[in-house]
DNA sequence: TAAGTCTATTGGTCTAGACAACTAGAATTT
DNA sequence: AAATTCTAGTTGTCTAGACCAATAGACTTA
């Protein structure tokens, strides 16, 4: 449970278990958590150690305090990593709908004018070029192509490429990304994709560009999708922090 | 300076004083604020109270800590009106385009069920509805139809209508839109919407949909926009703050 | 019945320390 | 001169309390 000898703080520890209540729904919305006396007798630790773990996650979005009657927790929504910016696996699934994706091609090449551009590296360096369909419920939702500077991702195997790869980059790589520009428009779906999306002719499509920052400021990747405009509504939240 | 005896908290009243000095110019970017124990020892307060003061104005962006070497003032964040949530006036400037508007009518009418729904009023209340070309260098660029409860802005003139309504609500009105909800999807033109776009039947256009919030949680407008693909690209950034 | 009062429980603020971990520069040793 | 060690100063973690403020329900009173 919480390991007090333990060179991780106990606070964190604390955090920890509690977010993963949440996260794996022992938790739910609305439910009150124990009070902080509560957790404080429990783990034999002081009611300011609990108040800092609880401090943390109330600050993520993780819970919400009401004095005189409890800590509750909190949607988790408001713990997206970046508003909007989400990845495919993700999106499907707070739809209701099951991701799933298949590898067009992966190949390495020299960067062309444009992708060297985008990713802000030398022309003829070395990239990834991704090229999947994206699928919801096995019905085709979306057609991408990604491409990636290799010098920052390594080598790029077909099994990572199966899968989410956001969180190939966060949890293997540790990579964080902290910044995204996007661009939409729509357009009419072009012949050559259309045998991808599995439309007629002349449907609607959904065209995003989105090029990913890390912290430091180097562009991660550059993602050309066509999204099916049937199937596929772009959602966003925007709001700006009080004060 | 600090008032022990003041209702409002200590930590409160000191996180305002640093604030203040920051805001002011006092501390300047990268500047290192005295030691933790300073401040409690010339306050007379407990450190950890300065510890908590410290942590919101980190929390908020104001400081930025380094173990072993003290705490630093940040970059004030920039106050964004809100990320991605521009009006047509101010976006189309941006754009290097000149932004006119072509009322088409404005209605006082009772709510719908999906009006009333997407304002939060009762169904019947009265509510605006404002229909406008909106055009760049004098060409069409989107179609607009926008709800408003009339409740929440009073009489809305004619003359008012044809200049941008954000500038309306924030300078005479005094509403500030703290949140936004944006839909976007692709789309291909209807009959009734070409000879307003000019566009040729088939066009592909970019339906967005979006419903502004004041600080206060309550609906302020609901928006349809009905953009022209072939003129317009809907550009947005993300990123989230430090962590 | 209705209004006011008490009480237990909750989170909010604050104290006065302790020791750990990290940084940077000074002092020492090699 | 270079490498190592020491030291002072910083933030980080943690304790064992204290009292305040808000809530909700039980209880008392008019």
Redesign the interface.
């Known amino acids: 449970m919480i390991n007090k000898r333990s060179p991780i703080p106990i606070y964190y520890q604390l955090e920890e278990l509690i977010k993963d209540m949440i996260e794996k729904g022992t938790l739910k919305k609305g439910d009150m958590i124990p009070p902080e006396r509560e957790y404080a007798e429990k783990y034999e630790i002081s009611r300011?150690t609990v108040r800092q773990a609880l401090?943390n996650l109330v600050?993520d979005g993780y819970l919400s305090r009401v004095k005189g009657k409890g800590t509750f927790v909190e949607n988790r929504k408001i713990e997206q990593?970046?508003?909007?910016?989400t990845s495919f696996t993700e999106d499907m699934v707070s739809r209701g709908l099951e991701p799933r994706t298949k590898l067009l091609h992966l190949l390495k090449k020299e960067a062309s004018a444009s992708e060297s551009e985008k990713l802000k590296i030398k022309q003829g360096a070395p990239v990834y070029e991704v090229k999947r369909i994206r699928l919801a419920d096995d019905e085709p939702m979306a057609l991408e192509t990604m491409f990636l500077s290799a010098e920052l991702v390594g080598e790029l195997k077909e099994e990572v490429v199966n899968g989410s790869l956001y969180q190939y980059f966060e949890e293997s790589l540790g990579y964080?990304i902290?910044?995204?520009?996007?661009?939409?428009?729509?357009?009419?779906v072009r012949k050559s994709e259309r045998e991808y999306l599995n439309v007629p002719s002349?449907s609607?499509?959904?065209?995003i560009e989105r090029t990913s920052y890390l912290a430091d400021g180097k562009p991660l990747e550059f993602v050309k999708s066509i999204?099916r405009?049937d199937r596929?509504?772009?959602?966003?939240?925007?709001?700006?922090e009080?004060?």
């Open positions: 300011m401090n600050n990593p970046l508003m909007g910016l964080s902290v910044n995204a520009r996007q661009g939409l428009e729509a357009s009419i002349g609607p499509v959904l065209l999204y405009a596929y509504k772009f959602l966003i939240d925007m709001n700006r009080g004060n």
